[in-house]
Each structure stands twice: as C-alpha cells, then as structure tokens.
C-alpha cells in the first residue's frame, strides 16, 4: 500500500449563473443547480428539464445563451474529503483532471489559479486545515463565445475554417468543433470535464510512467520504461527508487529497481527490461493482442509511496516515407510487416466533446471492428479521447492516428499560447504513451493546407505567425523528447514541406476532397487519409430528434424539412443534388429521396475503398471521412448519432474484407482485382460472366486469381466478356465461393433494370426473426431498414444484390416481437431499381 491516496471530489457540487452577456431566457435558482461531475453545464440544464437538447427540435437556437453565460461551480469541503491520520507532512492538491475552458479556481475566496487550456490537468497545493474547517470551493469558467469575442478584439483577427463564422476558434486550447463544423451545429459548453480529487501524498509521487518499445522482435523484446517523478522541492532524489515489474500473459515475470535521478522537470527513473521469446501485439487481422501489465512502484528507503499500472503491447512502429520512382511511400510497418490500413476518422462522439459514456465509445469501436477497419484517426479538431478509446483500441488491435488538437485554422504564437501548448502536448504523449494501438504523432489537421492553399497567406500579414513553430518545432521535440518510438508527422494532409503542395498524391498523405464517387479512379495517392460522402441520418433517427411530423407528406420534397440540419458547404445543392440529378431517376417518395442520398453515400464508400486497396502497394492506405456523428444532422458518417449503421457502413464492411474480390477499371479496360489482407496466401477460381437483366448469360469465362499475403493483383477481362451488345441492360458478374461483385456499364438513371420484384418468407424462434428473400428479378442494392420496426432492431446482413432465383435471409433481432406482416410495410425494404409500387 502506498503513501498517495485520492478522494473523488465527484458528488456535492452546484452550478450557478455567475455572469455574461446575455440574459438566461429561464429562471435560475439563486442558489445554483445540482451538478454531475464530470459533465457539462448543458447537460445539467437539461437534467433539470431547463433546456432542450440541441439535438431536438430547434434545441441548437435555445440553446445559444449558454455559450454567453458564465458559470461558476461550488462545492463545500469537508474533513470527510480528506484520508484518515493525515501525515502533518504529506503534500495535499487539488487535481483537476480537465476544465473546460476559461476561467479560475478559488478556494474559500483565495485565487488558486488561472485556467485556459482543456487539455491538461490542473494541480493546486492546499492546506488541510483549509479543507476541514467548510471552505468553499470555486470552479469559474467565463463564456466560451464572449471569451472568443474578447479575445479577438485584444489580439486582431486571424483566419480560420468557414471564414470566421464559427468564431476564431483558434484563441482558445479548446474543442474546436464545439463552435460548429460542416457536420455539426454550435454548442459551445463550460463545465468540469474530467474527474475532480483530493491527492495525499509524501515526498514525492509518479507523475507519468512512458512504456517505450525500442526493439521487438520473435527473438528478443527491449521495453525501456521511463518514469517521471513529481517530487517535493528539499526532497533528496538519491532516497527514491522505482521497482518495475513487468508481467507477461504466460505468467513470466521480469523486474529492476533503477534509481530517481534529478531533472529539470523533477525526476526521472529508466528501467530497461529484456523479454525473451515475446508474445508481440499485433494489428487486427495480423496477429493476437497480448497486453503485458508493467508496475511501477516509487520507494524511499523501504516505505512505498506510490504505485502505477499500465497495459503495454509489445511491437515497433515505423512510417516508411522512402522514396521510389513514382515519388514516396507512406506506409506503416508494425513488427516489420506494412499494413494496408482499413479504417476510418473519428471525432468526439455526440454534442458535448468529453462526456461520451465509456460504453458508448467501446460500442463505436466494436462497430468500426464489424466495419473491418484496423484502424481510426483521432482528428484534431476534437479532443485527445478518454481512456476507454485507447484501451480498447488496444484490446481490439485498432492501430489509432493521433492528432494534436489543431484543426483548419492558423494559431497565435505569442505569449501565453507556447507554454500552454506546451505543457498541453508534454502531457498528453506522456499519458498515452502506453498504449500499442497509438503509431503515429501528427502535428493535426490541414493547418499547412490552409494556409498554404486556401489563400490564407496571401490575406495574412508576413509577420503574423499561423503554427508554424507548433507543427514544425515544438511538437516534433515534446514527442522525440518523451516518446521517440513513435513517429511524428507535421500535419495532415503533409508532404514534406511547407512550400510543397501538402495534397501532392505522389508522396505523404493526402485528403482526396476534389474527387467524388467514380471520379476517385483518376488518381492513385500514397495514402488517403480523408474522402467521403454526405448522407442524411436514417429516417428513425431523423423523426426522434426533429418530431414524427416533422415530414408534412411522404413526396421527396417533405425533405425540405431536415434543411436546417445542413452545414456541408454549398447546402444539399453541391452535396447531394448534382449526383443525384446524374445517377438517378426522380424520386417518387420521401423514402425514395432518402434512399437515394443513402445509396449515393454507400456507391461513393465502395468504389473509393476498393480503387484505393487494388492499387496497392503504390496506395497504403484509405481512412473514410468520418466514422461517427454528433448530431442529427446531414454528415459524412457511416454510423448516425444513434448508433444506426447507414448503408454506407455496409459498402465499407464489404469493401474492407480482409479478402476483397471485385471489378476495377485499368488502362486496358475492366479488370479483376483480388485483395489478399488474409494470413495466408490466396488462389481462387473464378467464373466471370456477362448476363443480360433477365439473369441470361451472354458470355462466361474461368480465370485464376492469385495473391500472396499482402499483396493485390487484377486480370483483364476478355473482350469478349467485358465489350457488351447493350451497356443499359448487361452486367457483368465475377463470383468465387462466397466472393461475388458485379460491374454495370453506366449509372442507375441510364439503365434498363426492371423494376425490383422478391418474395419474403418468415420464420420467427427465440428473439430472431428470419427473413427470407427470392428474387424473381434483379435486385440491385437490397437494404434492409430494421429501425422502421423497431428502434433497437438490427439486422445480421444488407445492401445486396440479388440476380434472378437468388436467395437470402436476413436476421432480424429487436427487444420485442415484431408481426411479420410489418415487414411489408413501406420503407422497410428499398432497393435501387425501385418496386413498381414504390
């Protein structure tokens, strides 16, 4: 048992209204509100039926007021937030693990400090006589709004995304999407984000205990483990010793008791352990994810003064950017095996960055698991996530892209920013460092692309810094300092320089915006780590947050309705209306219009993911625009913000699979390209053939598919197969055991389809409903909707395509029964060559 003890300052706070620039439109209680910590003040209001939820109704304009008030929470301390038999000499601190954002902390009256960065702990010394005696403790945050306002008439403006509408976001160490973003509204919110406590400790304490793979191998793994020491100023760094003990998964155990030497920063203990014959951390889809426990515990003389746990993965990271003939590479290698990296971006997940439930963030990732994706990007424009992400990214072998949090905008240089930037980044890779799943550092998120292309440099004085020395400098030293295991990368997209096109698709990474659905196969990048599609929310969700009559009839343009939850550039118009005019007939219903926009987003998804995987290795990789969503609203994500898949989710599972078969476009006509990201190596038989609508075959062929591990190849299609007599109404299908894809000469609007016609059998046993389905016609794109019968249904299957005589079975689960004559009801069943009643 060690010296240090906490006590959770969680219960017995209030939230009051402290000041602003507003008026609040509702009656506050004089004595404040009952407040959870950690949380937010938004959702305090709406616990206490104050405010609406800006996910519903017009909830985001009731809202506005909060972002322009100030609060301040309190909370009277007592001897009961103290351990029992204090040591006179113990250290007693205040931690606040994040405050969000702009404010102090008082204590009894007295200034503890100042705050001004979300992203880092706040530690402030106390007395204990303070704390027994009832003193009251004071968390004021000013409004975020009015502090951005203030801010820039101090220091002048500067350009940021969307032309400054969501204020100039880059004053503040901040969530920067909380101001709004193209696919979320603002809701700027003050509160104590992370956890609050009382920490007791003697002489010193571990402050950071940094894991750092330097050699891992089948032979030999070398861990080094650094330990930051937080010590007293007279303490004597030659009393304190760390012991680290490191325990592997088949029970072997391996230890070293280093010294504390002194640093500038206080202590430092380096223990190095060598683990024979290790049992490595691999990516999904390569290997098994053992987690090591490594612990450390801080000594003097014989009495323990603290002791920390981490879960380590043991494996080496590299980003090889080697140059070859065609410019260089961006791949990641793990274990020294490249991996093709599967996945998608993430943001902070619903309205209010950092108070997702733990359950939630561990469901989305298991979904981005059944998605297939190894791993997700940690966009900058949120926040550093909370410890649930990470471990289970580690648990899972989800690899994870580490932004800093720097989004679209150019940042001040000047005092106070560095320093806080600083302590910022010094803290986050110290605390994450343990995590295997993390393999890259990157500075954040098209910051030198705006500056450089987006014409902010020719608008900004030449002596106004943007972040610059952030990306190039500062961070680049804080992780070489603290974790040279991993790599850095200044910015994405990046392509070496800041004077050299950052989107160049010959080296670096690239975000492919200025390409969209099939135009994707103009270009082959190195690696693309941003593309997508909008598509609306599905209809369930929709009508829980906006209301069941939010549509006024069930003709396409009821959607109209759902225009206010728009906020890509250009509206519907640029998103949606140009590749819908082009792909499709007119819809004819509400549901129709909405499968369309579902169906654009979900062709967009496969066509992107396959191009991009069958030209590797030239592409290394492909990380969709976006995974998750904050509200309901139109966005570029797979799974809406109640957690329902979208058939774009469908098109990435299917695309992502470990082994891919599918038809591709090459210089000489239609290939077939075979994707083998399998443990083994891969020859299939396939039967390419060309069939008119009717199910008919025109002309069949047999062709071998090969592929080692890792790697792709294709095979050009015969022209007697590929060349047809009538492009509107001829396919062609390719098929290997369970593998199937099909090629259609020309867009849904220009072919000649009939309409869809399926029987549906059911078979209902213990909490499943099995649907089946024959297709008496081609069934192009068959989805299945299970929230239009139930709202925590989900199904086992979609988006597939049926030709004449096939059949299918969906797996229907909800909580409760459901008739199966429901299933016949509208909405349920779409596909893209319509039913005739539809």
């Known amino acids: 048992m060690s010296t240090r003890v906490s006590r959770s300052l969680r219960e017995g706070w209030r939230v009051v209204r402290s000041g602003g620039s507003v008026a609040a439109p509702v009656d506050l209680p004089e004595d404040g509100l009952e407040a959870e910590v950690p949380g937010c003040v938004h959702l305090d209001l709406i616990r206490h039926g104050l405010l609406i939820d800006p996910d519903q109704g017009d909830g985001e304009t009731a809202q506005l007021w909060v972002g322009r008030t100030d609060w301040t929470w309190r909370r009277v301390m007592s001897e009961l937030d103290l351990p029992a038999n204090l040591d006179s000499h113990a250290?007693?601190?205040?931690?606040?693990?994040?405050?969000?954002?702009?404010?102090?902390v008082r204590l009894d009256g007295a200034l503890l400090g100042e705050v001004q960065n979300q992203f880092h702990p706040h530690r402030y010394r106390v007395e204990a006589a303070t704390i027994r005696r009832g003193c009251v403790l004071e968390v004021e945050l000013r409004a975020p709004l009015d502090e951005l306002d203030r801010l820039v008439d101090r220091l002048g403006n500067r350009p940021v995304n969307a032309d400054g509408d969501w204020g100039v976001y880059s004053y503040l160490r901040k969530a920067s999407c909380s101001f709004g973003w193209d696919w979320g509204p603002k809701c700027p919110?003050?509160?104590i984000l992370g956890e609050a406590r009382i920490e007791v400790w003697t002489a010193a304490r571990i402050e950071h205990v940094r894991p750092l793979v330097r050699t891992c191998n089948d032979r030999l793994a070398v861990v080094e483990i650094a330990v930051d020491v937080a010590m007293e100023s007279d303490a004597d760094v030659q009393e304190f010793v760390a012991l680290v003990r490191v325990a592997?998964?088949?029970?072997?155990?391996?230890?070293?008791?280093?010294?504390?030497r002194s640093t500038e920063a206080g202590g430092l203990a380096t223990a190095t352990i060598e683990i024979p014959e290790p049992a490595r951390w691999w990516p999904r889809g390569f290997g098994e994810q053992p987690l090591h426990e490594v612990s450390v515990t801080l000594r003097r003389h014989e009495e323990d003064l603290d002791v920390a746990i981490r879960k380590i993965g043991l494996r080496i990271v590299a980003l090889d950017t080697g140059?070859?003939?065609?410019?260089?590479?961006?791949?990641?290698?793990?274990?020294?095996?490249?991996?093709?990296?599967?996945?998608?971006?993430?943001?902070?997940?619903?309205l209010f960055p950092g108070t997702s439930e733990p359950s939630r963030i561990r469901?989305?990732?298991?979904?981005?698991?059944?998605?297939?994706?190894?791993?997700?990007?940690?966009?900058?424009?949120?926040?550093?996530?909370?410890?649930?992400?990470?471990?289970?990214?580690?648990?899972?072998?989800v690899l994870v892209w580490q932004d800093f949090m720097f989004a679209c905008a150019t940042y001040p240089e000047d005092d106070p920013f560095p320093a806080s930037i600083e302590r910022e980044a010094r803290h986050?890779?110290?605390?994450?460092?343990?995590?295997?799943?993390?393999?890259?550092?990157?500075?954040?998120?098209?910051?030198?692309?705006?500056?450089?292309?987006?014409?902010?440099?020719?608008?900004?004085?030449?002596?106004?810094?943007?972040?610059?020395?952030?990306?190039?400098?500062?961070?680049?030293?804080?992780?070489?300092?603290?974790?040279?295991?991993?790599?850095?990368?200044?910015?994405?997209?990046?392509?070496?320089?800041?004077?050299?096109?950052?989107?160049?698709?010959?080296?670096?990474?690239?975000?492919t915006w200025d390409l969209k659905v099939e135009e994707v196969r103009e270009m082959v990048p190195r690696f693309v780590s941003e593309f997508g599609h909008q598509a609306p929310p599905l209809r369930r969700t929709i009508e829980e947050a906006l209301g069941d009559e939010i549509f006024s009839s069930e003709k396409p343009e009821a959607l109209v309705a759902f225009a206010g939850r728009q906020r890509g550039w250009g509206g519907d118009a640029t998103q949606y209306d140009r590749w819908l005019d082009d792909w499709f007939s007119p819809a004819t219903s509400l549901d129709q219009r909405l499968f369309q926009m579902h169906l654009l987003q979900a062709r967009a998804t496969t066509i992107s993911y396959e191009w991009l995987r069958m030209n590797s290795p030239r592409c290394s990789g492909a990380l969709i625009w976006q995974l998750n969503d904050a509200w309901t609203g139109h966005s570029w994500s797979l799974i809406d913000r109640a957690g329902r898949p979208k058939p774009a989710w469908w098109a990435a599972r299917a695309a992502c699979a470990s082994r891919l078969i599918g038809f591709t476009a090459s210089d000489e006509g239609i290939a077939i390209g075979i994707v083998n990201d399998g443990q083994s190596a891969w020859s299939a038989d396939a039967i390419v053939r060309r069939v008119d609508v009717s199910g008919r075959d025109l002309a069949v062929d047999h062709v071998r598919l090969d592929a080692a591990v890792g790697k792709t190849s294709q095979?050009?299609?015969?022209?007697?197969?590929?060349?047809?007599?009538?492009?509107?109404s001829e396919f062609l299908v390719v098929e290997s055991g369970t593998h199937r894809a099909f090629w259609f000469y020309g867009k849904d609007a220009w072919l000649s389809l009939p309409a869809a016609a399926y029987d549906l059998e059911f078979e209902a046993s213990a909490g499943?409903?099995?649907?089946?389905?024959?297709?008496?016609?081609?069934?192009?794109?068959?989805?299945?909707?299970?929230?239009?019968?139930?709202?925590?249904?989900?199904?086992?299957?979609n988006l597939l395509t049926l030709l004449p005589g096939d059949r299918t079975c969906f797996e229907f689960r909800a909580s409760a029964p459901i008739d199966p004559a429901r299933f016949r009801d509208s909405g349920v069943f779409l596909e893209a060559n319509s039913r005739a009643s539809e």
């Open 428 to 511: 986050q890779v110290a605390r994450l460092a343990s995590h295997p799943s993390i393999v890259l550092w990157c500075g954040g998120n098209e910051n030198v692309l705006a500056w450089r292309n987006w014409g902010w440099r020719e608008r900004m004085d030449p002596a106004q810094a943007w972040g610059k020395t952030y990306f190039t400098d500062l961070l680049p030293g804080i992780c070489a300092d603290l974790d040279p295991s991993r790599p850095y990368l200044v910015d994405s997209p990046w392509s070496g320089d800041v004077e050299t096109d950052p989107n160049d698709p010959d080296r670096g990474d690239r975000h």
């Open 363 to 397: 469901t989305r990732i298991g979904q981005a698991v059944s998605t297939n994706f190894n791993m997700l990007r940690v966009w900058g424009g949120g926040i550093y996530e909370q410890a649930a992400f990470y471990e289970t990214c580690d648990e899972l072998g």
């Open 189 to 191: 919110s003050s509160g």
């Open 248 to 260: 592997a998964p088949d029970g072997r155990g391996f230890e070293e008791s280093v010294p504390v």
């Open 768 to 797: 499943v409903c099995r649907v089946g389905v024959h297709a008496r016609t081609i069934v192009r794109d068959l989805v299945m909707d299970p929230s239009r019968l139930s709202p925590d249904g989900v199904v086992d299957r």
């Open 91 to 104: 250290v007693v601190e205040l931690v606040f693990d994040a405050l969000d954002t702009v404010g102090e």
């Open 323 to 350: 140059k070859d003939p065609e410019g260089a590479r961006f791949r990641f290698v793990v274990n020294g095996e490249p991996i093709f990296c599967r996945g998608a971006n993430w943001i902070p997940d619903g």
């Open 715 to 728: 095979v050009l299609v015969g022209r007697e197969i590929a060349i047809p007599a009538d492009p509107s």
